[in-house]
């Protein structure tokens, strides 16, 4: 492992890289990254980016959308067949058709989304600033694409009307509110934090809901031990930065096998490679752009 981190080390180097990597990332993928983050402080990196190349430690969207906001600089995704099955629920064609279908609308899309669907939306959000942005649009009739639970989370906090598509995370669809009744008898005291992917009835239940991200910050104040609604990579990066509290999954299941996919292996070889390199064509990219801007304007 110390000889592929050195490979690593020199080969971004010579080749002016940085890495970003998600929360969700092994732990020894987080170790070597420049950066480790949520979807928006990850968008937000890659744009303040000094480097000629990004490799980028996730699943497809995400290295997309740093693709789209950065077309002078390569962007590599050294595990290309890591996709979100959530991103894969809506098309373009269907954002047309619900567009067609509620022409007063304005689109919010997730940025766990295709770049197709992207061009075809207003404005994208994430898990940290999707109230935000809602709350940002001069309409009242939003239609909300592609997370059915995100939307039903947004829709709490405004008064708008949300139309929600019905795609959903598969990790987090897999936690229930009887995970969460067992996890706060089995850790007493313990706090519950949940992620907005997660269902309705887990939302009801949480003590806090937070962005990846939202959950870090939030554990560098925490006195209690925190039971964690999100998936499970998460945890290493928690115990690393905040160990004075204890970690719990808040069930045996959240893995995300996508986010699994990258290695030190598939990082250096994509770094000595320069592989798989993002390229989405111009027209989609501009539009895509737009909706990413303006989601980056409205910060979080
Ligand atoms: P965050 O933006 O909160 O990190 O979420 C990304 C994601 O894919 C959650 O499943
Ligand atoms: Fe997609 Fe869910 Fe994996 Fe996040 S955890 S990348 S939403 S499948």
């Given at each position: 492992m110390a000889n592929l981190v050195d490979e690593i080390t020199k080969l971004k180097e010579t080749r002016r890289a940085i890495i970003l990597a998600h929360n969700y990332q092994r732990g020894e993928v987080q170790d070597i990254a420049d950066y480790v983050g949520d979807s928006f402080g990850l968008s937000q990196k890659a744009v303040e980016?000094?480097?000629?190349v990004i490799v980028f430690c996730g699943v497809d969207f995400m290295a997309e959308s740093a693709a789209i906001l950065n077309p002078g600089k390569a962007v590599l995704n050294p595990?290309?067949?890591?996709?979100c099955p959530m991103a894969r629920m809506i098309t373009a064609a269907d954002v047309r058709a619900l567009k067609a279908q509620h022409p007063g609308a304005e689109v919010v899309c997730y940025v766990n989304s295709s770049a197709d669907v992207k061009a075809e939306s207003d404005v994208c959000c994430t898990s940290s600033n999707a109230v935000k942005v809602v709350n940002s649009l001069?309409?009242?009739e939003v239609i909300f694409v592609p997370d059915k639970n995100l939307a039903a989370y947004t829709q709490r906090f405004t008064g708008k009307e949300i139309l929600p598509w019905h795609g959903y995370c598969p990790t987090h669809q897999l936690i229930t509110a009887g995970d969460v009744l067992v996890a706060k008898m089995d850790h007493p005291g313990a706090e519950v934090l949940a992620h907005p992917e997660c269902r309705p009835e887990v939302i009801d239940l949480a003590d806090k809901v937070f962005s990846t991200d939202g959950m870090i910050k939030y554990a560098r104040e925490a006195k209690n031990d925190l039971i964690i609604g999100t998936e499970s990579g998460i945890i290493h990066r928690l115990k690393k930065e905040n160990p004075g509290i204890r970690y719990y999954p808040?069930?045996?299941?959240?893995?995300c096998p996508n986010m699994k996919m990258n290695t030190l292996e598939t990082v250096r070889d994509s770094l000595r490679d320069m592989r798989t390199e993002i390229r989405i064509p111009e027209n989609i990219r501009i539009r895509a752009k737009k909706a990413l801007d303006r989601m980056l304007e409205v910060g979080r």
């Open positions: 980016a000094d480097a000629d595990a290309p067949e890591a996709g001069p309409g009242d808040l069930s045996s299941y959240t893995t």
